[in-house]
C-alpha cells in the first residue's frame, strides 16, 4: 500500500438553508461554489495535493499506464456511410489523438484521406464529425469543435478535389440538413450562435456558390425559444418537425416537395404523443407511443381531416423499440430483451420476414445513413467494436472493420444469472470473467449499471473491465429497472 501522508484538514461546514418549492433545503458547502474565491482556490490546491501524493505512490501505477496504453493505442472506425460505391468513414489511427474522415472506392478500395482535424482547428482538441454525403457522393458536410464544446462549425468539402467550399455555416447547432436532388443545392435548420434573432426558428433552400444572405426560407415556425424546428427528407420531398415546448410539448409535420415553388402541406397538428418520421421511397414512416407505449412503428396516410391516418407496420410487443431504420423495401426494428439486443425485419405489408443474427450478449446499435444494406455497429464483453452490414437480399451479416486489441478474448467468458426485485420480478444480471474462475470459488468484483428513461447499459468492451478481468476481477453487469428491459421501477 502507499505511504499515506496527513491528511488536509477537514472542510469547513457552513450551512446555508433556502426554502424550495415549500421545502427547507440546507447546503453545508455553498461556500465551495465561488470557484475564483481565495479559499475555495486554497482547498482546491491542497485536495490535489493529497490525492496526487497518495495515487503517485501506488505500486504497479507505471504498469497499469502502460497496458491502459496499449488497449487504447489501436486503430478505430466509425459513421460508416455509403454513396454509390463509395465508402465514407472516421478512422483513427493507433498513435493519433483524434480521428479523421476517409473515403474508399469500393469495398476492397485504398482508404484516402478526405478531411484531417489537425487542418481544421488550432490544437490536438479539434474533432471532426462526418453528419452527411450527397447522394451521388461529390459533397461531404462535417462538423468541427473544439474540445467537446456543444456548438460546431458546419462545413462542406468537395470529394473529388478535396476543396473544401466556401459555403460553411457558422457555430450554432443544426437541426436538419438535406441534400437537394440537384446536387447544386441544399435545404438546412440552423440555429447560429450569434444571431439577429436569436430565437427565429426556419429552413432555408441554399444555392451552393451563392452567399447565405441570397437563401430562400422554404418554411418559418416564427420566432419564440420554445419552438425547435427540424427538418428530413429524401427526393422528392422535404418533412419539416416543429416541437412546441409550450404548456405541454406537442408537434406539428409538414410536408413540401423539392420543386422550387412548392408550399408546405401540413400532415400532423399539435400531436401530443411521440411522432419521429422517416421519408422513405415515397412513403411517410413513423415511430410513435401513440396507443403504444412500447412504441410502433407506422406508415402516415395524410387525410383531407387534421388528423392523418396510421397503417401499422410494426405492432408494440413486450420489448419497447430502442432504434429503427428503413432500407430499400425492409423496416427494421430493434430491442433489448434481457440484456441482448434483437433486430426483426418487417415488409412495407407489416410482415415480419426475419431476423438480423445477433449473437448472445452482443450489443449491436444501427448507425446511417444505410443506403442499400443495413449498417450496424456491434460489441460484447470480450470483443471490441466491429461494424458490419446486413444485407436484407440474402439475410447475412458481413464484416466490414474490426477494432483489434490485444486482449486474447477466448481466455474469457460470460453467464447469465437472475436475482429478484422487490415486487418479485426476476432480473438478468451478467458475470464476466477469466474461464478458469467464473464458475466457482470467491473473486474480487466489480459492478456497474443504469436504466432509465427507456436506456440500459448493455454489454460492451471496456478497456478499464479488460484490464481488471486480466487480473482475477469479475464483472457483474445487472439490469435495471426504469431501462429498457422492464420499464419504470
Known sequence: MPKLMEPPLCSPVEPVTEVLHGMAVTDPYRWLEDQDSPRTRAWIEEQTFYARNYLDSIPGRDHIRERIRELLAVETYDSLQKAGNRYFFRKRLADEEQASIYMREGEGGEDSLLIDPAAEGAGKFTSVKLLRVSPDGH?????????????????????????????????????????????????????????????????????????????????????????????????????????????????????????KDSLPIRILADARYLFEPSLVNGHIFALTDRDAPNLRIVEVLAQTSEEPRFIEMVPERDARIGQWAVVRDRIFASYTKNGTTEIREYDFCGRKTGEVPIRDAETARLVGPHGEDLTFEAESFAEPISIWRYSPKDGGRKLWAQKTVPFNSANYTHRRVWYTSKDGTQIPMFLMGHRDIIESGTHPAIMTSYGGFGASVMPQFSFFVAFLVERGCLFALPSIRGGADFGAG
Open 139 to 259: 459533397f461531404v458536410l462535417y462538423e468541427v469543435k473544439e474540445g467537446g464544446e456543444r456548438t460546431g462549425i458546419f462545413r462542406l468539402l468537395e470529394t473529388k478535389t478535396g476543396t473544401k467550399l466556401a459555403d460553411a455555416l457558422p457555430r450554432g447547432i443544426l437541426r436538419g440538413f438535406v441534400f437537394a436532388r440537384d446536387g447544386k443545392s441544399f435545404y438546412y435548420s440552423h440555429e447560429p450562435v450569434e444571431a439577429t434573432l436569436p430565437f427565429y426558428r426556419a429552413a432555408y433552400r441554399h444555392e451552393i456558390g451563392t452567399a447565405f444572405s441570397e437563401d430562400e426560407e422554404v418554411f418559418s415556425a416564427g420566432e419564440d425559444k420554445r419552438l425547435r424546428l427540424f427538418i428530413l427528407g429524401e427526393d422528392p420531398n422535404l418533412g419539416i418537425l416543429v416541437n412546441k415546448c409550450f404548456d405541454s410539448t406537442c408537434t406539428d409535420f409538414y410536408l413540401r416537395s423539392f420543386d
